[in-house]
């Protein structure tokens, strides 16, 4: 959890790769150091998951019983919602290396 560390060179493993990696589905990132890959872990996934779309329910339950928005900008907020959600994902998933 938090910030993560190359385990080979002890680079860290950047905020913006994770960011992007969620984005791309769970890519795995390269260490920036090295180029060893890294992958999100498994369990971590469905955790991020999680974190991602209750927080977007409730909000968007909220959002629909207090304003009365015409349905684009209702999607849109929601969907900027999601996306100031998924750049805290990075402190929410673990990268684990290939090999050990
Ligand atoms: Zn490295």
């Known amino acids: 959890m938090g910030i993560q ?13 994770k ?5 791309l589905g769970y890519k795995p990132i390269q260490c ?10 498994f369990k971590t996934r469905y955790k991020a998951t999680l974190y991602m779309i209750i927080p977007l329910f ?5 959002l629909s019983s207090t304003f009365i928005l015409p349905t684009i900008y ?9 996306v100031s ?15 050990k």
């Not at 409730?58 to 909220?62: D, G, P, S, T």
């Not at 959600?85 to 290939?98: D, G, H, R, T, W």
């Open 74 to 82: 209702f999607f849109g907020t929601v969907l900027l919602f999601g």
């Open 19 to 23: 960011v992007k990696s969620i984005w």
């Open 58 to 62: 409730i909000f968007a339950k909220i």
């Open 32 to 41: 920036e150091g090295c180029k060893k890959e890294y992958r999100i872990e």
């Open 85 to 99: 959600i998924s750049f805290l994902m990075p402190f929410v998933v673990n990268y684990k290396s290939e090999h």
């Open 5 to 17: 560390y190359c385990n080979e060179c002890n680079k860290k493993l950047s905020w913006s790769s």
